[in-house]
């Protein structure tokens, strides 16, 4: 009854920030972390049925679907960037991205990347967040990992341990962009050039750390889509919630919650002073 309560709070006041202003133009990069059915209360674990109606919204919506990377020099301004353009992207990297997520995105063409935490890839380990919970919880091992890219899929980097970047000291978050970009480059034979900063922490110290690693551009947590000229190493994006209605959904692409994104984000960030 709570966890109703919430989302529908939270739900109404993200509609009463519309009224105020409308999302602005821009690739949309939608974050999402798990696809399962395993965890009902979990908010960052998104049904199965759910997904594949989110992605049957995006394909008749007739908005492009674009790889991350291959959207880079577009926002760099060096070519086009396609209207009311898409971006899809995975966090933390865990198996059910590869047996729930993945056929999914085939079945409609769409590519996307996929940020692992590579000191746990192929490891008995999993994250905090799950730890002592299921066999279903395992992270991506390599063989899928290269599977994924080998099918035209991105890999990227989000860190060795998944460590806020912002509270560690400069030799740890260099060793954290650096070592997940060498592992990466070990198990794939390719350099990433995407990053996505572990629980959005990031500040000008990490961007210039992250840039040094070798990547080209980074995701944040900070809402909105990102024109030609944004901050290629500070990218807007939009998550998913377990909670979101197929409406939800469909407002969260047209950019109907970013403002109450960032309100959230504002009383968070003022909650922690």
């Known amino acids: 009854m709570r966890s109703r309560f919430h989302a529908l709070a939270r739900r109404t006041a993200a509609r009463s920030c519309q009224l105020v202003g409308h999302g602005e133009p821009g690739l949309r990069v939608l974050t999402y972390h798990r696809v399962n059915d395993g965890h009902p209360r979990d908010r960052l674990s998104v049904h199965p049925d759910a997904f594949a109606a989110q992605m049957e919204v995006i394909a008749g919506s007739g908005r492009p679907v674009l790889p991350l990377a291959g959207a880079v020099p577009a926002l760099r301004g060096t070519c086009p960037l396609p209207a009311d353009a898409i971006a899809l992207t995975f966090d933390d990297g865990f198996q059910d991205n590869f047996t729930h997520a993945l056929p999914v995105l085939e079945r409609f063409g769409f590519p996307a990347t996929f940020f692992v935490v590579t000191a746990v890839v192929g490891s008995d380990g999993t994250l905090d967040r799950y730890r002592g919970c299921c066999e279903a919880d395992r992270m991506l091992d390599w063989e899928q990992v290269r ?46 050039s995407l990053f996505c900063y572990p629980r959005g922490s990031e500040s000008a110290g990490v961007r210039r750390i992250v840039a040094e690693a070798g990547f080209e551009a980074a995701c944040s947590v900070r809402p909105g889509a990102n024109a030609p000229g944004a901050e290629l190493l500070a990218l807007r994006r939009t998550e998913v919630s377990a909670d979101d209605t197929i409406e939800d959904f469909r407002s969260k692409i047209e950019g109907g919650f970013d403002a109450w994104h960032h309100v959230v984000q504002e009383l968070t960030r003022w909650g922690a002073r």
């Open 147 to 192: 599977a994924m890219r080998a099918r035209g899929h991105a890999i990227g980097g989000h860190g060795r341990t998944h460590r806020e970047m912002a509270m560690l000291p400069e030799a740890d978050a260099r060793a954290e962009a650096q070592g997940c970009a060498g592992d990466i480059e070990a198990e794939t034979g390719d350099r990433p």
